[in-house]
């Protein structure tokens, strides 16, 4: 016992002197403090979501919304873009021209150097220079200085021309006044996205930039927006002109007619208006088509935006247009006898073969995140609904036989669905009757697929977090023992052999292969739950392999989902949040823990780790979880089974081939 004691002794002693090293080896020394554009360097997926393809041209975006926001206010009327052979990217307009006075704050410097080389600093937190713009924060133009290797800035204002040069967010010199330029009035920037920065992505792609300014010239009529480009830049001169004037007095109606080209439309006329500028909530732009020929995607198509910032992700402004198309149509139904067939009508049978337009302009738009991918305001579903419904209702009752052509439209698809629905009810229940389903199945209380879903779960202790956390009500759980067979690789025997399949292709009430039929999917939505570390997005590749070869129809209809659970818990005192990964966790903390008290950082090991409550908040429960949709692009088809079997199947040469292409471009976190 003694012995025992004094190792017991010893062990307290090394601890104590160890936790007081590492305490006298953090000081003030440790504590980095980044100054200027340092932190957009430093994190910048922070700024603009990354730093592939998609982020790069994202800087364009920012110099390129800039622009518009002039001519939304009624100061430009035009744009130029231009793409040069050395891969700069020059966007001028014919606006007022950043200030270039002093700035009262930083007297040494022009307000021109302010904006471009400080974080928030810029015209648009007030509504005195801008009633509406997409800057919110004060930080685009800054963060394309900042990860561009050049940038030129010239201002024509006051008969007087300006500039100033960058490189990397470092100024190379004071503003130079060039001498008098009578005829010539705003803004230019040119600049080169940086290498070190953005890799192989440092390259503009053309067809996306020519895409990107055709848009915006839709969604304000009246503005020119020029397009050129360096011929050798360009595969296809018919496709992506060298040269290009955009300009569309009809708006989102031109703009919806050339999407819908020559496809047979259920009305002649696009339904399209707009409200009246006067209002003081907002102002609203639609246009909205249905074709029985579809769109190729399972909820139609639909493009939404916010002071001509493209919202990819939707929002409520998109949730106002839904609800007024379905409460128009449902009141058409009811002034001519048709309401009891119309009761059904759901948002997404009205939708769901629509081509559809919404264009927003707020005073004050929020945005989740700086990409500004999806609106939030609350009440923008208000404004649109209330600036639609009247015009729509208007319309209908305007051209009686079309209305009633589009509701009978609407109709059959809400009984199409119903139908759907009835039909797989009742192949869910004899289902269930005739499976013997797996013992570690956890399996909902209702007997109907619709609204259904299943997680996946890796493990078991994860397995009983996520049966704790569940809705029993329409969320089975299916915990699988640690990773499953990778089919890419596997006999066809040994696939048949192996148990977690067979399990997961019960619980599912399916076969795989030639024998899956979707009819016979007991839930609606099947989604893998792993842990957020390495190992579980190696168990869920392979889970999508497995989908993927065995079960393709899950893809293509849009019924596989991954969850997102976070990594981090981030927390302030009473105020607790959620962060996915080290750049969301950078971003919150940046922007949304900036009172006074110590902020702690907790790290999830794995789901197993989270509290049931915990598991539900951030993963599981519908009104605040994330989910990945996983699809199939029928369009790059090849690409992605080429990918499949470099990266899962027999052939260890092609993944070492793969892994030396690549490994210049991954980021290690050390």
């Not at 302010?114 to 005195?128: E, M, N, Q």
């Not at 053309?206 to 020029?226: D, T």
């Not at 139609?300 to 929002?315: D, E, F, L, Q």
């Not at 329409?474 to 596997?490: C, R, T, W, Y």
Request: hydrophobic letters at 35%.
């Amino acid at each position: 016992m003694s012995n025992s004691n004094s190792q017991k002794q010893q062990n307290e002693l090394f601890s104590a002197q160890k936790r007081k090293a590492a305490e006298d080896s953090y000081s003030a020394k440790d504590i980095e403090v980044l100054e200027g554009l340092e932190p957009v360097r430093l994190r910048p997926g922070m700024y603009i979501g990354g730093v592939d393809a998609r982020a790069l041209h994202h800087l364009f975006a920012e110099v390129l919304d800039n622009s518009m926001d002039e001519a939304v206010a009624g100061h430009a009327t035009r744009i130029e873009v231009e793409l040069d052979i050395d891969g700069y990217l020059s966007v001028t307009d014919n606006g007022r021209g950043i200030p270039v006075d002093p700035h009262p704050k930083f007297k040494d410097k022009s307000a021109l150097e302010v904006i471009l080389s400080t974080l928030h600093a810029g015209g648009k937190f007030t509504s005195d220079a801008y009633a509406t713009s997409g800057g919110l924060h004060g930080v685009g133009i800054s963060v394309v200085n900042a990860l561009s290797d050049d940038l030129i800035v010239e201002v024509a204002r006051g008969k007087q021309l300006y500039r100033q040069t960058f490189k990397r967010g470092i100024t190379q010199g004071k503003l130079e006044e060039l001498g008098p330029t009578p005829n010539r009035r705003g803004t230019k920037i040119r600049f080169h996205p940086d290498a070190e920065i953005f890799g192989h992505n440092n390259v503009f792609k053309p067809a996306r930039l020519f895409q990107m300014a055709r848009a915006k010239a839709y969604l304000q009529p009246g503005v020119e927006i020029r397009w050129k480009c360096a011929p050798e830049l360009v595969e296809n001169l018919d496709t992506i002109p060298a040269e290009e004037v955009f300009l569309f007095p009809g708006g989102l109606s031109d703009f919806l007619k050339g999407t819908l080209g020559n496809k047979v439309t259920i009305t002649p006329e696009v339904f399209a208006g707009k409200s009246s500028q006067e209002t003081g909530h907002g102002r609203v732009e639609w246009a909205v088509s249905w074709s029985p020929e579809g769109f190729g995607e399972a909820d139609g198509y639909v493009k939404s935006y916010c002071n001509t910032i493209p919202t990819m992700n939707g929002g409520t402004h998109e949730q106002g247009l839904r609800a007024a198309l379905t409460k128009g149509l449902r009141a058409y139904a009811d002034i001519t006898n048709m309401g009891k067939k119309a009761a059904a009508i759901t948002p997404d049978d009205v939708m769901n073969t629509a081509a559809a337009l919404v264009s927003v302009f707020l005073k004050d738009p929020q945005f989740q995140g700086q990409t500004k991918d999806r609106l939030s305001n609350a009440d923008a579903t208000r404004i649109v609904e209330n600036a639609i419904r009247d015009p729509f209702d208007h319309w209908l009752v305007s051209s009686p036989k079309e209305a009633t052509k589009l509701l009978e439209w609407v109709i059959e698809k809400a009984d199409e669905r119903l139908r759907r629905k009835r039909a797989r009810d009742v192949s869910r229940k004899a289902a269930t009757r005739k499976l013997r389903l797996p013992g570690k199945l956890a399996d909902c209380s209702d007997k109907k697929a619709e609204n259904t879903e299943i997680f996946i779960v890796e493990g078991e202790s994860a397995g009983g977090s996520a049966k704790q956390a569940r809705n029993r009500k329409n969320q089975a759980i299916l915990p699988l023992k640690g990773k499953i067979l990778n089919v890419e690789s596997a006999t066809t025997e040994k696939i048949s052999r192996n148990a977690e399949i067979n399990d997961l292709s019960t619980a599912l009430g399916v076969g795989i292969g030639r024998k899956f039929d979707p009819d016979d999917l007991r839930y609606e939505r099947v989604i893998i739950m792993t842990d957020a570390d390495v190992d579980g997005a190696h168990i869920a590749a392979l889970l999508i392999t497995f989908f993927y070869r065995y079960m393709p129809t899950l893809l293509e209809e849009g019924r596989l989902y991954m969850a997102m659970p976070p990594l981090f818990r981030i927390t302030q005192g009473t105020k607790s949040m959620y962060a996915n990964d080290e750049e969301h966790k950078e971003r919150l903390i940046a922007t949304e823990f900036t009172g006074r008290g110590k902020i702690e950082i907790g790290r999830f090991k794995g789901l197993g780790e989270m509290m049931p409550a915990q598991l539900k908040v951030t993963t599981m429960d519908p009104k605040t979880r994330t989910l990945a949709r996983i699809t199939i692009d029928p369009d790059n088809r090849p690409t992605t089974e080429s990918l499949v079997e470099t990266l899962m199947g027999k052939r260890a040469d092609l993944r070492y081939q793969f892994i030396q292409d690549h490994a210049k471009f991954v980021d290690i976190d050390t």
